[in-house]
């Protein structure tokens, strides 16, 4: 029998989530919090935002190779840039936490979940939460949304951004060496270069 996390409040006392993962430097921390409490995390990696595509595969690599020295399974999602593309058309002038972002933060989450509901899981997250750069609001509205299109799926909306994981997480990023990107990851939040 696996052992119940204790010290975080996990919705349905599930200990396992499929966690949607934006890159490794995000999500280090949080899976390490995940598998201290007793929570096994599926990394699922789901980012047809990200452009270019060598910009891609540095970030999808940089995961892998975590998730591997962790033991952890990793889903690769198809990357469809094109498709992102159309999908926010419009919307590439918005600024960073506007409409574009609440776009692509749907699009993301509705894949996470459906593939949740397709694989068994019951539990989603993302390490979006995590960057102070982006909007929890936004991030929280996205997942709840997406679990309320499928059958089953709930949305955790922890804030990750608590509870040390941001120092724990710049720890990390060193012991590992991370590649740590610039940008959000579209071409439009690569113009403003925030992050």
């Avoid at 990696?45 to 990200?50: A, E, G, T």
């Avoid at 999808?60 to 952890?72: D, I, N, T, W």
């Avoid at 936490?97 to 997250?125: P, S, V, W």
Wanted: hydrophobic content about 35%; aromatic content about 12%; proline content about 3%.
């Amino acid at each position: 029998m696996k052992k119940k996390a204790e010290t975080m409040d996990i919705p349905m006392e599930q200990t396992e989530v499929l966690l949607h993962t934006c890159c490794a430097p995000c999500s280090s921390a949080i899976i390490e919090y995940l598998l201290k409490n007793g929570v096994r995390p599926t990394i699922y990696f789901c980012n047809p935002n990200i452009y270019p595509y060598e910009e891609y595969m540095i970030r999808k690599e940089e995961c892998r190779r975590y998730a591997e020295a962790l033991g952890l399974d990793i889903v690769d999602d198809d990357y469809d840039h094109e498709n992102w593309l159309k999908e926010v058309a419009g919307l590439e002038n918005e600024p960073e936490r506007g409409g574009r972002c609440l776009k692509c933060f749907k699009i993301r989450m509705l894949r996470t979940a459906r593939y949740a509901e397709d694989n068994g899981f019951q539990l989603i997250a993302t390490t979006l939460a995590s960057s102070r750069w982006k909007s929890l609001e936004q991030i929280n509205e996205a997942g709840e949304w997406a679990c309320a299109q499928v059958q089953g799926v709930v949305w955790w909306d922890r804030n990750w951004r608590k509870g040390g994981l941001q120092e724990r997480r710049l720890q990390i990023i060193k012991e590992y060496g991370f590649y740590n990107q610039l940008y959000c990851g579209c071409e439009f939040s690569n113009k403003t270069k925030i992050l």
